[in-house]
């Protein structure tokens, strides 16, 4: 008997079904999104539960402490044992450590991703197996996720634009902007939010570079920022790494009249309320990591057998002279 070309693939299909669940029908093979329990492997306070979390880089000060308040927090769960891998600023990197921990079976993954499109199919494969993830400060593209936890960065870059409109340059001036990463959605979200901010008022942002948010970066790029535009009075960016950067540049051009204002807000002593505290930054945008608020959530799913949030926004405060020693005796309370 002759099959017809439609038969032969029925056949083919029914042979891989138990492999593939259907020929080409799968959510992973089709792109659609399974509908995902994220308190299906829950064994209540008696299990014991790896979580594995990618990190975009630790060449940050930010992604240093996140992993910090990461296994901080995790260290007071005795279920929890959290591996992390730092992708190191490489896309396929990250892409290949969440592959190694969907191999692994972890029973939730946490991820800050280093740019959102190259990162999304792979977070999809991950809650497409089942394993609830945790996105956090930076996003994935669609919705395969169980819950995002970070700051609104437009309403940050809007916080941060109107502290220029209505105190540091109320008549108006030339600025400067040193972005973050192209592709990573906080920099998309804090430049919409900074051109909100400044709407109505006569500041002009004259120039704008990737600082890839890394201090020695900005600082490089502000030196040629500052030859290019000398009459600028001030520099908005996106990170206090940054805007440390670009002061330096700055000093080494005795261009002291300078003001700046980045965006994170660490209580560090190398951080950004330290630097607004001793004048070289004139405010920074608190940016919480959300790693406690990430093991919480780990918790909930895993031994309380409870349902997250899709979202959770965390607070952010501007941190100026007047309230920076408060804000930072604030946050390192134990």
Same mark, same amino acid.
């Given at each position: 008997? @002759?099959? *017809?070309?439609?038969?032969?693939?029925?056949?083919?299909?029914?042979?891989?079904?138990?492999?593939?669940?259907?020929?080409?029908?799968?959510?992973?093979?089709?792109?659609?999104?399974?509908?995902?329990?994220?308190?299906?492997?829950?064994?209540?306070?008696?299990?014991?539960?790896?979580?594995?979390?990618?990190?975009?880089?630790?060449?940050?000060?930010?992604?240093?402490?996140?992993?910090?308040?990461?296994?901080?927090?995790?260290?007071?769960?005795?279920?929890?044992?959290?591996?992390?891998?730092?992708?190191?600023?490489?896309?396929?990197?990250?892409?290949?450590?969440?592959?190694?921990?969907?191999?692994?079976?972890?029973?939730?993954l946490m991820i800050s991703p280093n740019e959102a499109a190259p990162l999304t199919d792979v977070v999809k494969k991950a809650y497409n197996r089942g394993i609830p993830v945790v996105v956090?400060?930076?996003?994935?593209?669609?919705?395969?996720?169980?819950?995002?936890?970070?700051?609104?960065?437009?309403?940050?870059? @809007?916080?941060?634009?109107?502290?220029?409109?209505?105190?540091?340059?109320?008549?108006?001036?030339?600025?400067?902007?040193?972005?973050?990463?192209?592709?990573?959605?906080?920099?998309?979200?804090?430049?919409?939010?900074?051109?909100?901010?400044?709407?109505?008022?006569?500041?002009?942002?004259?120039? *704008?570079?990737?600082?890839?948010?890394?201090?020695?970066?900005?600082?490089?790029?502000?030196?040629?920022?500052?030859?290019?535009?000398?009459?600028?009075?001030?520099?908005?960016?996106?990170?206090?790494?940054?805007?440390?950067?670009?002061?330096?540049?700055?000093?080494?051009?005795? @261009?002291?009249?300078?003001?700046?204002?980045?965006?994170?807000?660490?209580?560090?002593?190398?951080?950004?309320?330290?630097?607004?505290?001793?004048?070289?930054?004139?405010?920074?945008?608190?940016?919480? *990591?959300?790693?406690?608020?990430?093991?919480?959530?780990?918790?909930?799913?895993?031994?309380?057998?409870?349902?997250?949030?899709?979202?959770?926004?965390?607070?952010?405060?501007?941190?100026?002279?007047?309230?920076?020693?408060?804000?930072?005796? @604030?946050?390192?309370?134990?």
């Amino acid at each position: 008997m @002759r099959m *017809t070309t439609k038969s032969l693939v029925a056949v083919t299909c029914a042979a891989v079904a138990f492999a593939a669940a259907g020929c080409g029908t799968t959510s992973e093979n089709t792109g659609q999104v399974q509908v995902q329990d994220p308190t299906k492997n829950c064994q209540g306070p008696g299990g014991k539960y790896t979580i594995g979390m990618s990190q975009a880089n630790l060449a940050e000060p930010y992604r240093v402490r996140m992993d910090d308040d990461i296994r901080k927090a995790a260290e007071k769960v005795p279920q929890f044992e959290v591996q992390f891998a730092d992708a190191a600023k490489d896309n396929s990197k990250q892409v290949s450590d969440v592959e190694n921990f969907i191999t692994k079976q972890v029973d939730l993954l946490m991820i800050s991703p280093n740019e959102a499109a190259p990162l999304t199919d792979v977070v999809k494969k991950a809650y497409n197996r089942g394993i609830p993830v945790v996105v956090l400060d930076r996003k994935v593209e669609g919705d395969a996720y169980t819950t995002y936890i970070g700051a609104d960065n437009v309403q940050i870059g @809007r916080q941060a634009g109107e502290y220029f409109k209505t105190t540091l340059l109320p008549q108006g001036g030339k600025i400067l902007q040193l972005k973050g990463l192209s592709g990573s959605t906080p920099a998309a979200e804090r430049e919409q939010g900074f051109k909100e901010g400044i709407q109505g008022s006569a500041i002009e942002i004259v120039a *704008t570079e990737d600082g890839e948010w890394e201090r020695s970066v900005g600082q490089q790029k502000m030196d040629a920022l500052l030859k290019a535009h000398p009459d600028v009075q001030a520099v908005y960016a996106q990170n206090d790494p940054m805007a440390e950067g670009a002061y330096l540049a700055a000093q080494a051009a005795n @261009r002291t009249d300078l003001k700046f204002v980045g965006i994170d807000g660490l209580p560090i002593p190398s951080g950004g309320i330290k630097a607004v505290e001793e004048g070289r930054l004139q405010a920074t945008n608190l940016y919480p *990591t959300g790693g406690e608020e990430a093991v919480e959530a780990a918790k909930k799913m895993l031994v309380d057998c409870q349902q997250v949030p899709k979202t959770q926004t965390l607070q952010t405060e501007l941190v100026t002279k007047d309230n920076a020693a408060d804000v930072y005796a @604030r946050l390192n309370q134990s």
